[in-house]
């Protein structure tokens, strides 16, 4: 989708930003940008649109030139997201998010459906926001905006320059989970500039690392992770590699899926039943119509003097989702003072537990195998 081939950039005060790039974003692919302050990330991510133009090489889009692509055509044709957003504050959020589809002279019946469509995406009801102004937006809404608004012509690229930079890290965080969602969705190709390694590690397929305008290592997280090229690509990782591995894992391959599933009403003998059947130590309690109602274990049922099992039933605190990392479920646990989570698709479905022991047994295997490879699974075991 995008191939930059032999890419320089000199300025006029013969300082070299970027020297010989050669890169590749599949379709589909985000790639992440990163290294120190003025080592060309920016450069690279603006080369792409022409908002700079390269000194030497050529840059490639769907197997076109770009510089065989008017600059009109090139930018109305890729989206772009930066930190400060720059919505215009004398337009409301809808004519904000429709400013490319009115450039591009759509039928407004069909820009009103499409700001419609990508409220709805990013979370913000659309009849409630479609006619605020930026001044009335809190950050993270704003930010959700600016998404929007790159998403508009349904560009197949685009660059984000650090997006969630200047947001409050509760904020960013949650808008890094609820944008993951949405690539998951769209598909886009993307190139994303951050100066967070962690951030790096979360949203990239494949991350760029870069250092006085050369490139150092291009590799997927994992790779990078478990084999970073250098002693420069190992610093700038930093220590805690382990937590970095965690945050990249996600929970559903960790967890017990699919766990037996007992009525609230159930006999503990049937229960215990089910758990020996299943050969996992939990049980699900949903009520007649499939709602969670909270846990049950072999541990506090296996003397149980009374026949029900409502006594012993371990309540819901918090849900995680498929795609929550290992780290932050270890974190949400502790702070939860509980030793088991549900895990549910983005249906709010039930589709596992995830336990002390699991996450435990997650970590010990990590830290174990310290060279863990990008083709390697972590096994670990459901039962406790």
Not at 118 to 146: A, F, M, T
Not at 366 to 378: D, V
Request: aromatic share 6%; proline share 5%; charged share 25%.
């Amino acid at each position: 989708m995008i191939k930059f081939n032999n890419v320089s950039k000199t300025y006029s005060n013969s300082k070299v930003a970027v020297k010989n790039l050669n890169i590749q974003v599949k379709e589909g692919e985000t790639c992440v940008l990163i290294g120190p302050s003025g080592c060309g990330k920016s450069t690279t991510l603006r080369m792409v649109n022409r908002l700079i133009e390269p000194t030497s090489g050529d840059i490639y889009i769907n197997g076109k030139n770009a510089h065989d692509i008017t600059n009109t055509d090139l930018r109305r044709n890729i989206g772009y997201v930066i930190q400060e957003i720059a919505l215009f504050p004398n337009m409301t959020v809808g004519q904000n998010i429709a400013l490319v589809p009115e450039l591009k002279r759509w039928p407004k019946k069909r820009q009103k459906k499409r700001v419609m469509e990508l409220l709805d995406l990013i979370g913000l009801q659309p009849h409630e926001y479609i006619n605020k102004y930026p001044c009335e937006l809190s950050g993270g809404e704003k930010q959700r905006v600016g998404v929007a608004r790159a998403l508009s012509a349904d560009p197949p690229i685009m660059l984000m320059d650090e997006p969630f930079g200047a947001i409050d890290p509760i904020t960013r965080a949650r808008l890094q989970d609820e944008f993951l969602v949405i690539q998951e969705k769209i598909k886009k190709t993307i190139i994303f500039v951050t100066h967070d390694i962690d951030e790096a590690i979360k949203m990239g397929d494949k991350i760029a690392i870069m250092c006085e305008g050369k490139l150092i290592q291009y590799d997927t997280p994992k790779v990078i992770l478990s084999n970073p090229r250098n002693s420069f690509v190992e610093n700038f990782i930093g220590e805690n590699r382990t937590i970095k591995w965690l945050n990249l894992l996600s929970v559903e391959k960790i967890m017990i899926s699919n766990p037996p599933k007992v009525s609230i009403n159930e006999k503990v003998n049937s229960v215990l039943a089910k758990m020996y059947n299943s050969g996992i130590p939990y049980c699900v309690v949903v009520d007649n119509s499939e709602n969670l109602k909270g846990f049950i274990s072999q541990k506090n049922i296996i003397k149980a003097k009374q026949t029900n099992i409502q006594n012993y039933i371990c309540p819901v605190k918090e849900k995680l989702k498929k795609t929550t990392p290992v780290a932050e479920a270890i974190f949400r646990m502790f702070s939860n003072n509980t030793n088991i989570f549900p895990v549910v698709d983005e249906h709010d479905k039930i589709k596992g537990l995830v336990t002390t022991e699991i996450l435990s047994s997650c970590v010990n295997n990590l830290n174990n195998n310290p060279g863990i490879k990008e083709e390697q699974s972590i096994n670990v075991s459901a039962h406790c």
